[in-house]
């Protein structure tokens, strides 16, 4: 008997995807894929090609060559099916109506809308319903850009930079409503900064640079692929000679802060074996592994070494 075996179409594809805009190439030959039900961290330094991805997948700007296909067919037909759902840092919101109005309006232009009050509700904006948009803070004015992207039935939702301007335990609640879109099967992609919320929400972390893929895999593997591990002690009983610290093998980064001294090495067995060699005697010895914002600096800083060779 003769099984044949079930693709799945990626909610998001680019092949070999590019964008110039004069001599900056923003986006180079990127390709990917992703999948149903994924939470994935957008992630890279400014002027990596973030803005110019999201732009491309929602239909915003038109690849110079390669093709981006969101759920099959284009991002344009995909975004009027009322499957994609965005909030994007760009654009402002609608002055001289209240929060409500601009939600109700949002749903009813969405081909497979959620009851007003649940948008509302979902997004924490229902004590606000009543004030004028333009009377917003910023962290409230962020949550009503959640309710529009959130107003309907999507199966690709997208953010840039959602979480900024709030505060802390909003913050929280954000994530926990999207981590619930994902487990419901929706993807969630979203450009961040904060690479703490990359660490704890994501499942996937692309970290771009230059417009190109420099990695892709979960946070582990992220931290993984930057090689490096952290060493910090004190040397309260030695004079700190920071040109013999220089010397310690395998040492990527040295930084001293009064007689706290922390490291980042490629090999910390042999950097602690030598830093003992030296004759000095560190006490509150702590190796442990990148933390994903000091992966994603690595990461990035190898390969802008490697571009000024």
Known sequence: MTTTAVTTTPVVGFERVGKTYGSVRAVDGLTLALHP???????????????????LLLGLKQPDTGTVRVLGTSP??????????AMLQSGGLMDEVTV????????????????????LARAGVTRIADRKVDKLSGGQAQRVRFALATAGDSDLIVLDEPTTGMDVTT???????????????????????????ADAVADRVLVLHRGRL??????????AKAGARRISFDLPDAP????????????????????????????????????????LYPRNLEVAGLGLEQAFMTITAAEEAKSTC
């Not at 344009?76 to 759902?85: M, N, Q, S, T």
């Not at 409500?100 to 948008?119: G, K, M, N, T």
């Open 37 to 55: 039900g994924e939470t994935v961290a957008l992630l890279g330094p400014n002027g990596a090609g973030k803005s110019t991805t999201l732009d």
């Open 76 to 85: 344009r037909e995909a975004i009027v099916a009322g499957r994609v759902g």
């Open 100 to 119: 409500a109005e601009l939600v109700r309006l949002a749903c009813s232009l969405h081909p497979r809308p959620y009851p007003v009050s649940e948008v």
């Open 171 to 197: 913050r929280q609640a954000f994530w926990a409503t999207m981590r619930e879109q994902a487990d419901q099967g929706r993807t969630v992609l979203f450009a961040t900064h904060y690479l703490e919320e």
């Open 214 to 223: 420099l990695a892709d895999g979960t946070a582990a593997e992220i931290k």
């Open 240 to 279: 700190i000679d920071e040109d013999r610290l220089r010397g310690l093998p395998f040492l990527a980064t040295l930084d001293v802060s009064g007689r706290t001294v922390r490291i980042q090495s490629t090999d910390a067995d042999a950097t602690v074996h030598a830093l003992y060699g030296l004759g």
